[in-house]
């Protein structure tokens, strides 16, 4: 029997400062699923397993797939090395790889905004990557400092702005909660 397809996908944009941009982004993913659909996430910028939803993802939910794409330390903006920028690219070419096949109904490219703010990877690339994937796949990208061309060619855009944190309070990032 054939699965559910999504008739038009759409854009989707989480950006701001405040807490909850990734983890809106699997919100959906698991809605998704539960509707027979495929979800497929690129975590740019990010190299670490220890997230919750790497975990998840592995043992739980078998039509999530997530794949990262970036070293295990922080990327400096001002400096990035070579590997930082060589990750970035390649995480934009299978994702755009990804996308063109159109096997996933929801393509999350999680932190993709900071990957642009920090000129890892080239505006150009991702506008025509956006312009020209299949209709039936909705994207959704993430990350802080939305460049405002990407702005034009969103359907969705939500800002999620600071107004608590508790690192602030000196609370360090917590397993299962910020990571
Ligand atoms: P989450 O992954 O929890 O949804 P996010 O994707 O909105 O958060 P990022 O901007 O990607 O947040 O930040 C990465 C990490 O920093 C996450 O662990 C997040 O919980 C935490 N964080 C988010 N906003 C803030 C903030 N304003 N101050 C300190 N830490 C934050
Ligand atoms: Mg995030």
């Known amino acids: 029997m054939s699965r559910p397809r999504l008739n038009k996908g759409l854009v989707q944009v ?41 975990q998840t993802a592995e043992k739980y939910l078998p039509n999530l797939i997530i794949i990262q794409s970036g070293l295990e330390t922080f990327v400096s903006k001002e400096n990035p090395s070579q590997a930082d920028i060589d990750l970035a690219k390649q995480g934009l070419a299978t994702a755009r790889k990804v996308i063109e096949e159109g096997h996933y109904d929801l393509v999350i490219l999680d932190e993709i905004n900071v990957a642009l703010d920090f000129n890892l990877i080239d505006l150009d690339d991702v506008l025509e990557m956006i312009k020209t994937k299949p209709d039936h796949v909705e994207l959704i990208l993430t990350g802080r400092y939305v460049p405002k061309k990407i702005l034009d060619h969103a359907d969705l855009v939500s800002e999620v702005s600071l107004i608590k944190h508790p690192y602030y309070q000196g609370v360090a990032a917590r397993k299962g909660i910020e990571y």
């Open 14 to 54: 989480y950006t701001g400062n405040g807490k909850g941009k990734t983890t809106a982004s699997l919100g959906q993913a698991v809605r998704a699923i539960g509707h027979g659909y495929k979800v497929f996430m690129l975590q740019f910028m990010k190299g670490s397993k220890d997230y919750g939803e790497i």
